[in-house]
Nanobody, 127 residues
Framework: QVQLVESGGGLVQAGGSLRLSCAAS????????MGWFRQAPGKEREFVAA?????????FYADSVKGRFTIYRDNAKNTMYLQMNILKPEDTAVYYC???????????????????WGQGTQVTVSS
C-alpha cells in the first residue's frame, strides 16, 4: 500500500511558476512509476507527466506541457515534484499524483494503469 500526499498548489498569475510535491509512504519508492494527472472543472482527468522505469529514469510529458513542466523525483526522500513554469490559465485544474508498479511506456497515459492516487491539490492560474 502506498499513500500519496500532494502539496504546493495555489493561485498564480499567467506566466508564473509553481512547484508541486508528492510525498509517498513506503520503502520501495524507487520501484514505482510516478505520474501527474489533472482535472479541470467540467473536463475529464488528463495525463500531465510520468516518470517510469527503474528509478523513474524514463520521462513522458503531455504535449500541452512539454517544455514548460518538469517532473523529477528524489528517491531518497520518497518525493516526486512537478516544476511548472510559464503557467497559462488553461493549466488551471486539480492536480493529482499517482503511483503504480505496472505502468509501461504504452499505458502511462491511462488513469486505470495507476494503482494509487493522492487527494489532489488545486492550481489556479489567473489571466
Amino acid at each position: 500500500q502506498v499513500q500519496l500526499v500532494e502539496s504546493g498548489g495555489g493561485l498564480v498569475q499567467a506566466g508564473g511558476s509553481l512547484r508541486l510535491s508528492c510525498a509517498a509512504s513506503g520503502r520501495t519508492f524507487s520501484s514505482y512509476a510516478m505520474g501527474w494527472f489533472r482535472q479541470a472543472p467540467g473536463k475529464e482527468r488528463e495525463f500531465v507527466a510520468a516518470s517510469i522505469g527503474w528509478s523513474g529514469g524514463i520521462i513522458f510529458y503531455a504535449d500541452s506541457v512539454k517544455g514548460r513542466f518538469t517532473i523529477y523525483r528524489d528517491n531518497a526522500k520518497n518525493t516526486m515534484y512537478l516544476q511548472m513554469n510559464i503557467l497559462k490559465p488553461e493549466d488551471t485544474a486539480v492536480y493529482y499524483c499517482a503511483a503504480g508498479l505496472r505502468v509501461g511506456s504504452s499505458t502511462y497515459r491511462s488513469g486505470s494503469s495507476w494503482s494509487y492516487w493522492g487527494q489532489g491539490t488545486q492550481v489556479t492560474v489567473s489571466s
